[in-house]
């Protein structure tokens, strides 16, 4: 809630170059500038949200792309003011990307254009003033990351633009300083004059012009609520997932869309134990492009770096998507997971190119669904051999040799897990396929819900006996089935001494706190004596 200041528009004069050698030098001030506020407003981002670093890194880029520079030099050379250069450079790649029907290609092209128009004002040698935005609700055309960071260190109180999208880095970075925020309002911006009171709700993307005081009262409750939680989980998120005795989890998130992303990053994950990629087929309600994928990985790779991302193949066929193929008898029994795509190589090598593309600068892991034998594994092996041949051969970056990982979700996974060992960088227990397969229970259907039991010795000793032989070979196990979200699982989860666990955004804080009350020897002491032959059944 505060009053507005608009940050005027630029004025759109053209500065005559006396010579070339001159305007160049003018264009080079310019960018030295830019790059002088972008890199303060890097060191303020390492302190207060190094989450953001990489998305300033990539302005940075921008600015040191040496065909950039090149190219504006032979404009100017050839007696095009440095203004116009930019224009003749940007503007047809802009264009490019905001026609796209891609909503994350047109971000990209908002955010260009962001960088255009700072570049544009820094030739005119235009400075944003932030002295007289404290208090205040900040209302531009379009703002860069970098100004946002300035703007929030100045104490501004919440942000209204015309242009922008959702997954523009400027929202992203809005909503990780917890910045309220209004993004691409368009023209209705207009209706807004310095000095008005507003409200800026960001979490329905409504600004309330001249609110009454019923409305006022109404939304300082709603403020107060939510900056309680906040507090809270916050306090909390920078808090080890540490036993009384000195043992240590990695706990990580499964998530499924942008929305758990933002989640994940609130509550503290120290990574995303897993993407669940299928999702992106079922909201889209087709199969995503190569370079559409790796919007999305590249867009999650980064938001968590440098702590570690683990993309899963697309766990498809069975009841999540049906390619126009005959129904199957039995899904679950049938062609599902790596089964479906080693059937179909062309999606797998598009698949694991989008995916090793977005290793190139983040901490990203690979993960392989649904094994039941060595030769699936050996199959991706060798896919990902001859696509990274095919991404050297076309000049392409990427993350070269990614850790690969083996889904334990099948009892024969579990069961040859000794055999599978060499040819995993890690495991990752899926209790919720573990426990369907185990106890011959459909996990989907109503009719047998009584029966589906994850806490079932049957399903436990297979568990155990895949991180026995995982430590004893010396291979990292990650634990991400739901039940990692069951208060009563705590307990032997941390008896399992798996190194990582990762559960659902909204349930890590909680798993957090029951953790930081165990001992790890008891919790062992407790699981071994339950999984004994003789030492009673497990209760759920
Ligand atoms: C699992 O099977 O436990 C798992 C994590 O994968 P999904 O629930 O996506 O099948
Ligand atoms: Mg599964």
Redesign the pocket.
Known sequence: MGRVVILSPLAGGVSRPEEAHDEWQRYQVAVETLRAEWEQARRIAEAEAPGVVPILDSYLRVLDEVVVGERIREAIAAGTTAERALRQLFEPIIGRLRRSADILLQDRGTELEQVLQRLLSALQQQRVEYSRVAGAIVVATALTPSEVLLLHRAGVCGIVTAVGGITSHTTILARSLQLPAVIGLGKAVGALAEGDSVIVDGYTGVVVLHPSQETRRRYERHRDSTQWRRRILMRFASLPAQTIDGRRYRLMA?IASLHDLEEALLVGAEGIG?V?T?LLVVQLGRLPSEEEQLQWYRHIAERFSPRPVVF?LF?LGGDKYNDGGPPEPNPALGMR?IRFLLARPELLRQQLRAVLRAATWHNVRLLI??VSTESEVRAVRRELEIVRQQLRDAGELHGGEIPVGV?V?TPAAALIAERLAPLADFF?????????YTLAVD?AYGAVAELYDPFHPAVWRLILQVVEVAHRRGIPVCF????TAHAQATEWLVGLGVEEL?TLPAAIVALKHRIRRLSFQQARHHLLERLAFGGGEPTK
């Not at 991400?480 to 039940?483: M, N, S, V, Y």
Request: glycine share 12%; with cysteine; charged share 30%.
């Open positions: 499964n897993l669940r299928e899963r766990d997971g669904p649904m889904m979700e990752s227990i899926g209790s919720n396929d573990l426990t369907q996990r991400c089935g739901e039940i990762s």
